[in-house]
């Protein structure tokens, strides 16, 4: 049976498409048929973040009936299914959503995990996105604006008879003026099932075009994302522990003066 | 924690040094700077002035909880322990900028953030309130030569603990302290003069609280062997970890009471709706989630929304069929199915005004053929001209004519 796991946020910005494109590498690292589809038509990164920019047919062609999704589908790293949106805004108005739910059909065959990365905001689009899933993990930053959409994202969720599996925290500064993890799950009313720290590295991960769990799969932020990974599968994971090069590269920071 | 990484003096992993011996090392130097602690994901700060640890952090944890979750932490094999130096004259600036991480007592007005952000109880907000100063000595304690020399070494950094700083044997002293005197500090009162009683009286609640904090335990457990470095009497035996690991145990239990507080405070569930109204968060009403809903892939529709859109649609494709001549009579049946999508089935009767046998004959099938598609025609507009915004939904129905 595939689990159809839509990552939403409400707000844009959070860090979605950097958590399901990492997620889905390390579900897929786990051993999971995984597929990360990437339905934000409109302002599509995913393809960015793991490389794999300027493929010949994307979900913009079969949304707009000119593909089909199979042709769509293309080997990402740590053998990710990725079926990206297409980054050209050409056909926009062609694109009809009823077509989403077939393509989704269609992909749900042979895979494990199919994660979604769903677009910011409540337009039709992002409704599509978590109207097609069956679980969602909701992702925000600790922040009021940010929470204050995740909010309005869960309860349409819980309308359309989505389970919310959890709350993900990203960019967690450890610091007093934001929402604490408490605060958070009480107002969402959604368990935290992730707190992933404010990280530079995915920055420049991102920058490389490779997913942070490939490019530095011991940072906070890959160990975080791996465990989330385990958690949502039932595995265990044993985090990466920093070996004597990434000591010496330490110093080299140190030395270089960043943090 | 804002700390400026630069050059560490000392790098090395948790398992190939006794951090106990670190800790003690540092407070003989007089260490000024800070020793960062990564193990895995978690990273960690400690701040030292003059040796002594005044601020800490650790992952999400802060002050008193990230020196236990350090302690933790240095246990690990692959735990790295670095060590930065900073000048005398910065380490007050960065001290200055930490504040949130500070271990004295009187930086609580922290905790006063915490509970004003509802995690702390009302009695830690009395007591932190009350606390506009550290009062070094607010009780007697049978430690008596001691005191002038941790005053002096604690000089303006306005430690609230003399009574750790002693020797060893104060230890087993110590923990009746918190205990005997936490709640029963009402019955100090009526010693001396009542203003500055109830200043401190109001501190020996408090104080205990730092007193047997695990961080402070650990400058207890530095500071027990500083004046032996110094005098030379008592016996300077370096502490191990497995005995830092048995202090640290007891202590823990000791400030179990004391952390509870704040703890189950963190820990009890908050107002939802106190919470919403503090960060300006609304909540979407029905109404709104409804008509975000409807917009939506053509809307959802309830039974009676349904029975009336397959009455009218009914009529309209009634009305339109018998427009088209030689049509004696007609029946029209439409069911919407809402389950899912909004879809239907049509089903058409027609009582066609047949020709005589010969044009029967001669091509009447080819008329019926051509009157079928002009009824399907029909219906197909009619249901556009119903649902303007999702004109799509005609594929979405079955029609069905039987012409006779």
């Known amino acids: 049976m595939t689990r159809v796991i839509v990552v939403a946020s409400g707000k844009g910005g959070v860090g979605k498409t950097t958590i399901t494109a990492n997620l889905g590498v390390a579900l897929s690292t786990y051993g999971e048929e995984t597929l990360v589809l990437d339905a934000d038509v409109a302002m599509a990164n995913l393809e960015l973040i793991l490389g794999m920019e300027g493929k010949s047919v994307t979900l913009h062609d079969v949304l707009s009936g000119d593909a089909s999704i199979e042709d769509a589908i293309y080997e990402g790293p740590g053998g990710v299914k990725v079926v990206p949106a297409g980054i050209s805004l050409e056909g926009l108005r062609k694109i009809k959503l009823d ?128 465990q989330l990974g385990a958690d949502l599968i039932g595995e265990q994971y044993q985090p990466i522990e920093p070996d004597k090069k990434g000591v010496i590269a330490k110093l080299v920071e140190g030395l270089l003066g960043r943090r | 924690m804002d700390v400026p990484i630069t050059k560490p003096s000392m790098v090395s992993y948790a398992d190939d040094l006794d951090f106990a011996q670190l800790l003690e090392n540092l407070l003989k130097e007089g260490h000024n ?43 690990n094999r ?56 550290p009062v070094p000595e607010p009780e007697p304690e049978p430690v008596t030569e001691s005191e002038p020399e941790m005053e002096a070494e604690v000089g303006p950094e306005s430690e609230p603990e003399p009574e750790p700083g002693t020797e060893p044997e104060v230890e087993p002293e110590l923990e009746p302290v918190p205990e005997t005197e936490v709640e029963p500090t009402k019955e100090t009162k009526p010693v001396s003069e009542p203003e500055v009683e109830a200043e401190t009286t109001i501190e020996t609640e408090s104080e205990p609280k730092k007193t047997h904090s695990v961080a402070d335990y650990m400058t207890t457990a530095q500071n027990s062997v500083q004046p032996a470095s110094k005098d030379q009497s008592t016996d300077q035996t370096p502490i191990s970890r497995e005995e830092l690991r048995e202090q640290l145990k007891t202590t823990q239990t000791e400030t179990a009471n004391e952390v509870e507080p704040e703890t189950a405070a963190q820990s009890e569930p908050m107002d939802r709706s106190k919470l919403l109204e503090k960060y300006g968060i609304k909540e979407m009403n029905e109404d709104d989630v409804d008509d975000l809903l409807d917009d939506y892939k053509g809307g959802s529709l309830n039974e009676d929304d349904v029975e009336k ?3 009218t649609l009914m009529n309209k494709i009634k009305k339109s069929i018998f427009g088209i001549p030689k049509i004696k009579g007609t029946e029209v049946m439409v069911f919407l199915d809402n389950t899912s999508d909004l879809s239907g089935y049509i089903n058409i009767i027609i009582e066609y005004e047949g020709k005589g046998l010969l044009s029967r004959l001669m091509g ?41």
Do not use: C, W
Not at chain 1, 109 to 137: F, R, Y
Not at chain 1, 156 to 175: F, M, P, S, Y
């Open chain 2, 33 to 75: 700077g800070f020793m960062r602690i990564t193990q895995d994901a978690e990273e960690g700060f400690i701040i030292f002035k003059d040796g002594r640890q005044v601020a800490a952090e650790y992952g999400r944890f802060s002050r008193s909880e990230a020196i236990e979750n350090i302690t933790s932490a240095v246990e």
């Open chain 1, 99 to 226: 077509r989403l739910e077939d393509a989704l059909e269609t992909l749900v065959h042979n895979i494990d995990v199919l994660l979604i990365d769903a677009p910011a905001g409540l337009e039709k689009d992002a409704l599509a996105s978590i109207a097609a899933a069956q679980e969602m993990i909701l992702v925000t930053t600790p922040e009021v604006p940010s929470i204050s959409d995740a909010l309005k994202t869960k309860i349409i969720a819980n309308k359309l008879g989505v389970d919310i599996i959890g709350v993900v925290i990203n960019r967690e500064l450890h610091d007093k003026t934001f929402l604490t993890i408490n605060e958070i799950e009480t107002i969402l009313e959604v368990p935290v099932i992730a707190v992933i720290p404010d990280d530079p590295e995915v920055s420049r991960a991102a920058a490389f075009g490779e997913p942070l769990i490939v490019k530095n799969p011991k940072s906070p932020t890959s160990n975080a994302i791996m």
């Open chain 2, 78 to 133: 692959g735990t790295v322990i670095e060590v930065f130096d900073l000048k005398k004259s910065h380490i007050d600036y960065i001290i200055d900028v930490n504040k949130p991480f500070l271990l004295e007592a009187d930086y609580d007005v922290y905790k006063i953030i915490d509970e004003l952000k509802g995690t702390g109880t009302a009695e830690e907000l009395e007591s932190s309130v009350s606390e506009p100063e």
């Open chain 2, 309 to 311: 859109i397959e009455l």
């Open chain 2, 364 to 404: 009447e099938s080819k008329d019926i053929d051509n009157l079928r598609r002009q009824v399907i025609n029909i219906v197909q507009i009619e249901i556009k001209k119903s649902f303007r915004k999702y004109p799509e939904i005609v594929d979405k129905f079955n029609i069905n004519v039987d012409i006779t």
